[in-house]
């Protein structure tokens, strides 16, 4: 096992993280704090509850998984590309550094910040609305488990991207929606019957939903097969990396 | 290991242990394009290897294949023992590549940098020798700049120090001195050869035939995806080398006489000179005969001289004439 490589990794990623610190942390805390103005003290002050809960708090989870989603998936691609863009992917090709130990330092590095933008979030928007977390141990094993997962997806479209635009394409057109249409901003049981089964097809339902529950204690759909079906995700993911660097696919000619 | 004078010489113990060994190594590309054709190498321990071809030859497709960047078609590679593709670990550790294209990131600092490469490549810290390298390389000044504000030939030095910060016991030098001005180009050479002292194997591919000249223990010629020639340096030159000797006259000449009519002999333009043109290799050069005869003739000479081909004539003629 090369520790010193994988370390190496993770600390340049890291390190690109606080020299770009407004861009990679703050522009996701203050666009969030826009959310919970808008959605949360404005129009939520004019909502009902769902399931006993405000609406202000009921957004909190969807919100953070909203940002995680979108942060690991831009900074794990962007983790990736930018080498194979440059040229300088040459080093790591040619280090003695095994896949599996490439991919923990990139996806480590990723996922570390999802969390702490995450968390960041999260105290964030206790500022504005009141709320109390059920199950600390699973909303953190949620937290954790949702940004590798998505770090992970977010590796497989630096790797596919050959340019700046495909880099974007992906988080914009597929993610964004998915994301919105996941039950972010509500109950995925507000919706008529038939769009009710379509939504199940969608993957964040199962993230928003498993990670409300961990807050409030209710979900959309049981908090077992959301857990199973982000396992399920970060499963398909780690086989698409693994044929990726059997292959060579997009790194390795 | 010393450059041999001479092919007779016998060679010092363990010189002729390769370092590195290329069997039947082919690169097909998905475009269809044969890059390397059945290429065999072997790159002795401790010796400076001057890789020669054209553009497009597969120079670089060769050493991408060494150092883990592409894949081979077919064919194994060793590095100092160890297959590159089943003990990759050990092979990556002893190598150190220096690319062609200056690639680099831009924002870190060169110190980042090279504390990167170390790590990347499974080393413990050791800001001593980190420092050392920097320093040897006069970087040190810069340890704190970021790479984008460096110069090119800064860049290119940043590449070498990145390479050379986990002790890798071989060195590629794919074009080290492209583009680089003369006199950081003595400079590299400089560096090189105080590598070469300390025990490292050094591969360079070069366009510059005077770098090859100057620098290499042996030569390998590739062109169009196969090794042409490996030669040991000075041997090739003694084999392929056509020397000049070249006569002075005393008075001019209107024509060669009838008796010193021969294809190797030539009289310049002016009748002043000349020019006779002999085999090294051979037993006989003619030049004792040559002289006498044109004692035989009354023909004085007051200097002479002689000029050997260089490689790059060398290296012209090879590949014209398998091409």
Known sequence: MNLYGIKAIYLFEMARTWRTIMQSIASPVLSTSLYFIVFGSAIGSHMAQIDGVSYGAFIVPGLIMLSLLTESISNASFGIYMPKFTGTIYEILSAPISAVETVIGYVGAAATKSIIIGTIILVTARLFVDFSIAHPAWMIAFLVLTSITFSLFGFIIGIWADSFQKLQVVPLMIVTPLAFLGGSFYSISMLPPFWQKVALFNPVVYLVSGFRWSFYGVADVDVGISLGMTLVFMLACLAVIAWIFRTGYRIKA | ?323
């Open chain 2, 1 to 323: 290991m010393k450059p041999l004078d001479s092919p007779q010489i016998p060679r010092p113990s363990g010189a002729s242990d390769p370092i590195i060994a290329v069997t039947g190594l082919t690169k097909t590309y998905a475009s269809g394009f044969q890059a390397l054709k059945k290429v065999d190498l072997e790159i002795r321990k401790g010796e400076i290897f001057a890789l020669l071809g054209p553009n497009g030859a597969g120079k670089t497709t060769l050493i991408s294949i060494i150092c883990g960047i592409v894949n081979p078609s077919t064919g194994t590679v060793t590095a100092d023992g160890h297959d590159i593709a089943r003990d990759y670990r050990a092979a990556r550790t002893k190598i150190g590549l220096v690319p062609q294209e200056l690639t680099t990131d831009a924002f870190e600092s060169v110190w980042a940098t090279v504390r990167f490469s170390r790590g990347l490549f499974g080393k413990p810290p050791n800001p001593a020798y980190l420092e050392k390298i920097l320093k040897d390389l006069s970087l040190w000044e810069k340890r704190d700049s970021k790479i984008m504000t460096l110069s090119g030939g800064m860049k290119r030095r940043v590449m070498i120090a990145k390479a050379l910060s986990h002790e890798p016991t071989i060195l590629f030098l794919d074009e080290p001195t492209a583009g680089v001005d003369v006199e950081l180009r003595r400079d590299m050479w400089n560096m090189v050869r105080a590598l070469r002292e300390n025990g490292v194997t050094i591969i360079l591919t070069t366009h510059y035939i005077e770098e090859a000249e100057e620098m290499a223990d042996r030569i390998g010629v590739i062109n169009k995806g196969e090794i042409v020639l490996v030669e040991d340096k000075h041997a090739l030159m003694q084999k392929l080398g056509r020397k000049q000797l070249t006569l002075h006259l005393q008075n001019p000449l209107a024509a060669l006489p009838a008796g010193l009519q021969s294809e190797n002999l030539l009289l310049s333009a002016d009748g002043m000179e000349l020019v006779y043109t002999f085999d090294t290799q051979s037993r006989d050069t003619g030049i004792a005969g040559l002289l006498r005869r044109l004692n035989d003739h009354g023909i004085d000479f007051k200097d002479l001289q002689t000029s050997e081909s260089s490689l790059e004539e060398i290296f012209v003629s090879l590949v014209r004439g398998r091409s």
